[in-house]
């Protein structure tokens, strides 16, 4: 996708051949910081703070972590212990222990002097793999909008509701909720985003704002708790949401208010869709209540906003009083029964035990 105009991923190889550069995603949208990464504890650094996140990028930033880690050591033991560190980075996105399984898979059992070339292979693949099945996300995705375009009068827009970050900055590439809107807009379809602000962190007003502006799409940025109300009045034709981790059972775990826009949408027949590439699909949690791990995240992430003073200076502001607890819980997680269908890389899959059991056995 864009930034100021030219193409760009949110995670590279950097002209070394082996350091890693990244978009610090803290830094927006007032400010495009680029980071390079060249050990592990940077790799497991920029995935715990944030500087990358977005399931998809988390794992594609994993995987390159264990290729810095062998560059120091390439015993059993260490690349273990590179399993383990960035494992235990962020608890939720399902993507991140997918793409470490991968990079141990890829270089286990090899000999020490073959496994780092194996790993940055492996690595790039898994970047390659992301953008691909984003891109084929996006066109299963832009079916469903392009049936509810030919149903408007007046070449109207379709509204589109979404909630936090699942676009290309979530992501290798092309991302996994706006990419059916990307596709859409590619192909002519006139669409507009409702676009929650996604408090604490504000990714959507930060991110997904940002991301929808380098593209020229229409958006609007709201108070996460306008999207009932916009429901009740027919202003909002359909919801697409990304994923950090689908259940067996299709119970889908994303960013914290996911279920609230579930539970509005299904009381006003508003349709909604999770765009969920396969690596985000855990066939091996039964359910969503009580198989996924839901982060607990500092509570300053909630007491504090961050932003820009009219003299251009970046400021963070409490806004808590003193001596109050928070907490910040940073995922919630939605029941199947509340979900329309799942837009994966091999298209639309009903939310549940059969249907996604089939899904894998494909």
Not at 249 to 263: R, S
Request: with cysteine; aromatic share 4%.
């Amino acid at each position: 996708m864009k930034v100021n105009g030219k193409p760009s991923r949110t995670i590279w190889l950097e002209p070394d051949r082996w350091s890693v550069g990244i978009i610090d995603q803290t830094q927006l949208p007032h400010r495009v910081v680029l980071a390079r990464l060249t050990g592990l504890s940077d790799a497991v650094r920029a995935i715990a703070s944030m500087q990358v996140r977005g399931a998809p990028l988390i794992g594609a930033a994993a995987a390159y972590g264990m290729c810095l880690a062998l560059r120091a050591d390439s015993s059993d033991e260490a690349l273990e212990s590179a399993y383990r560190a960035l494992l235990a980075a962020r608890p939720t996105a399902i993507n991140l222990k997918w793409a470490l399984d991968e990079m141990l898979a890829a270089v286990r059992n090899r000999p020490r002097e073959e496994r780092l070339a194996l790993a940055y292979q492996r690595a790039a693949e898994i970047c390659d793999q992301d953008v691909g099945i984003n891109r084929a996300i996006g066109r299963h995705g832009a079916e469903l909008i392009a049936a509810v375009a030919a149903k408007k009068k007046n070449g109207a827009p379709v509204q589109v509701l979404t909630h936090c970050n699942a676009g290309w900055l979530a992501t290798v590439d092309f991302g996994t909720a706006l990419a059916p809107i990307y596709v859409a807009h590619e192909n002519g379809l006139a669409v507009h985003v409702w676009v929650d602000e996604t408090r604490p962190r504000n990714q959507g007003a930060a991110l997904t704002a940002w991301e929808l502006g380098q593209e020229q799409i229409a958006h609007t940025v709201i108070a996460d708790n306008t999207g009932g109300h916009l429901m009740q009045h027919g202003m909002v034709d359909m919801i697409i949401v990304g994923t950090d981790r689908v259940a067996a059972n299709g119970d889908v775990c994303n960013k914290i208010g996911t279920y609230l826009k579930a539970l509005a949408a299904s009381d006003n027949a508003v349709p909604f869709y999770v765009a969920a590439p396969s690596p985000s699909i855990d066939h091996g949690v039964s359910d969503g209540l009580t198989g996924i791990p839901i982060e607990q995240r500092a509570g300053n992430e909630v007491a504090t906003v961050t932003g820009r003073t009219s003299d251009g200076r970046i400021e963070s502001v409490r806004i808590v009083p003193d001596g109050s607890e928070v907490a910040n819980y940073a995922f919630d997680v939605t029941p199947a029964r509340l979900i329309t269908g799942l837009i994966t890389e091999r298209g639309i899959v009903a939310p549940t035990r059969e249907a996604l059991a089939a899904f894998r056995s494909r």
